[in-house]
Structures are given as structure tokens and as C-alpha cells.
Nanobody
Framework: QVQLAESGGGLVQAGGSQRLSCAAS????????MGWYRQAPGKQRELVAT????????NYADSVKGRFTISRDVAKNTVYLQMNSLEPEDTGVYYC?????????WGQGTQVTVSS
């Protein structure tokens, strides 16, 4: 079992920055990949960014490339999402995700609201 605890989020003005954190506990050593997804009202959940825990290879949605950065702190079992140049279209609930060989885990989600 893996437990994910997200923090960060809140209200920010367009053009501003925020950082989200996701701390993994439990069987964190089994995690192959972690990532962030988001869901806007009335829309499906979509990929934002992922990072491979062993090696650090990253992947981003086209809509956030150049603005968002995903990183990991192996010692703290934590993944971060640094979000810069935020736009109203970035508003949504952001979910942390962890993938192991046998299961996919999700955090409870944290709201990010970008005002214009």
C-alpha cells in the first residue's frame, strides 16, 4: 500500500506561481513513477506531468511545457510541481499519482484556482 499526502494549492492571480507537494508513505520503495493530474469542472482528468522515480525522466502535457516543473526528492519520498506563469485555464483539482508494478494510487486532490 502507498499513501499520498498532497499539500499546496489555493488561490493565485494569473501570472503567479504555486508549488504543490506530494509525500509518499507506506511501500514507497515500490513506486516506479509519480505524477500530477488535474481535473477542471466539467472536464475529464488529464495528465499534467510525470517523473520516473529511478532516473528522474520527466514528461509534460503540451499545455504546461515551459511553465511547470516536476521534481522529486528521493530522500523525502516527495514529488513537487512548481507552477509558474499560471493561467485561469490551469484552474482545477490537482491529484498526485503513484504507479507501482501492481497498483495505481491517488491522492485526495488539492484545489488550484487561478483568477484573471
Amino acid at each position: 500500500q502507498v499513501q499520498l499526502a498532497e499539500s499546496g494549492g489555493g488561490l493565485v492571480q494569473a501570472g503567479g506561481s504555486q508549488r504543490l507537494s506530494c509525500a509518499a508513505s507506506g511501500s514507497f520503495f515500490s513506486i516506479d513513477r509519480m505524477g500530477w493530474y488535474r481535473q477542471a469542472p466539467g472536464k475529464q482528468r488529464e495528465l499534467v506531468a510525470t517523473v520516473i522515480t529511478n532516473g528522474g525522466s520527466t514528461n509534460y502535457a503540451d499545455s504546461v511545457k515551459g511553465r511547470f516543473t516536476i521534481s522529486r526528492d528521493v530522500a523525502k519520498n516527495t514529488v513537487y510541481l512548481q507552477m509558474n506563469s499560471l493561467e485561469p485555464e490551469d484552474t482545477g483539482v490537482y491529484y498526485c499519482n503513484a504507479v507501482t508494478p501492481w497498483a495505481i494510487y491517488w491522492g485526495q486532490g488539492t484545489q488550484v484556482t487561478v483568477s484573471s
